[in-house]
C-alpha cells in the first residue's frame, strides 16, 4: 500500500497527489511513468511523474479528472492508501547537450513537461516554457513555470489568462525573434503535439514529443500503447513514451484514439442498456 502525503487541487479539474514511493522516488527521472491501481477492482492508470524526491521518498502526480479510475483517485486525501505505484516504467528524457530549449505544454501535459523543463534548468540551459490552456480557471503551475525559465509565454484560447492565441503561435514568435533552439519538447494534446512538430520540421530544429496512447500492461505485452513512428511500429511504454516529433504518426494515432472512443462509447451505452 502507499500511502497520500499530500493532496492538491489544481484547477477544477486537475488534481495533485503526492505520494509516498520511496523505491520509486529514488530511481525516477524525469519522462518516466507509473501504474497505478486504486484498489482490488480498480484498472490499472498509467501517469507520468510529475517530480520526485528521493531524499523525502516521494512522488508527485498529476491528474485530470476523466472516467472512474481519476474520479476515485481524486478523492483520495492526505493519509489515505492506493494499492499499486509500479515504476519508474518507460525511458527517460534525454537532457544531455541540450544548451537551449523551448518547452510546449498544452493542458495538463504541462505538467509532464514540467520534470524535464525543471532538470535542464538545473543544469544550466536556457530554458523557454509556453503553457497553453483553455481559459484562465484552467491554468495549472503557473508560478512553477516562471520559476525555471527565462521567457514565460501563458496562452489561452479565450484570452481570460497570458496571450490569447495557440501555443504555436508563441513559438514562431520566439523562432522568429531570432531564437535558436537546440531542440523543441512538446507535451499535450496529439493535435497540438502534430502542429508544433509540423512547425519545428519547417525551421529544422529537433523536436520531442511524450505519447500518451491507451496504455494497459504497461510492459510491451499487450500492444495498446503502439503507435507508428519512421513506419515502424513502437511501444509508447517499453519504446518511448518520447520519440522524435518529425517522426510519429500522428494522424493514424488520432483515427485509432478516435475509435476507441467509440467503441467505449457503445460499451457504455450496452451497460445502460441492459441496466435499464
Ligand atoms: Fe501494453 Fe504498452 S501498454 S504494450
Redesign the pocket.
Known amino acids: 500500500m502507499y500511502k497520500v502525503l499530500a493532496k492538491e487541487m489544481l484547477n477544477p479539474t486537475v488534481v495533485r497527489l503526492t505520494i509516498e514511493a520511496p523505491d520509486v522516488a529514488r530511481s525516477a527521472q524525469p519522462g518516466q511513468f507509473v501504474i497505478l491501481r486504486v484498489d482490488e477492482n480498480g484498472e490499472r492508470v498509467p501517469l507520468t511523474v510529475a517530480d520526485y524526491d528521493a531524499k523525502t521518498g516521494s512522488v508527485s502526480i498529476i491528474f485530470q479528472i476523466v472516467g472512474t479510475e481519476t474520479e476515485l483517485l481524486s478523492r483520495k486525501e492526505a493519509g489515505d492508501y492506493i494499492l499499486d505505484f509500479v515504476g519508474p516504467l518507460g525511458r527517460p528524457s534525454n537532457t544531455e547537450g541540450i544548451k537551449k530549449v523551448a518547452v510546449v505544454g498544452g493542458g495538463v501535459g504541462g505538467a509532464i513537461a514540467y520534470p524535464v523543463a525543471k532538470k535542464l534548468h538545473q543544469q544550466g540551459a536556457e530554458v523557454h516554457i509556453i503553457a497553453g490552456f483553455r481559459s484562465a480557471d484552467l491554468v495549472i503551475l503557473e508560478k512553477e513555470f516562471a520559476e525555471i525559465s527565462s521567457i514565460f509565454r501563458l496562452m489561452t484560447d479565450d484570452g481570460t489568462a497570458g496571450e490569447k492565441g495557440l501555443v504555436t503561435d508563441a513559438l514562431a514568435a520566439l523562432i522568429e525573434e531570432g531564437h535558436q533552439y537546440d531542440e523543441v519538447i512538446a507535451i499535450g494534446p496529439i493535435v497540438m503535439m502534430k502542429f508544433v512538430s509540423l512547425l519545428t520540421k519547417k525551421h529544422g530544429i529537433k523536436t520531442t514529443v511524450s505519447m500518451n496512447p491507451i496504455?494497459?500492461?504497461?510492459?510491451?505485452?499487450?500492444?495498446?500503447?503502439?503507435l507508428t513512428v519512421g513506419g515502424e511500429t513502437k511501444?509508447?511504454?517499453?519504446d518511448g513514451p518520447e520519440f522524435d516529433g518529425h517522426l510519429v504518426d500522428f494522424d493514424g494515432l488520432m483515427k485509432r484514439n478516435s475509435m476507441y472512443r467509440k467503441v467505449e462509447q457503445e460499451h457504455l451505452c450496452n451497460l445502460m442498456e441492459e441496466g435499464k
Open positions: 496504455m494497459v500492461d504497461g510492459t510491451g505485452m499487450c500492444g495498446g500503447c503502439r511501444f509508447a511504454c517499453v
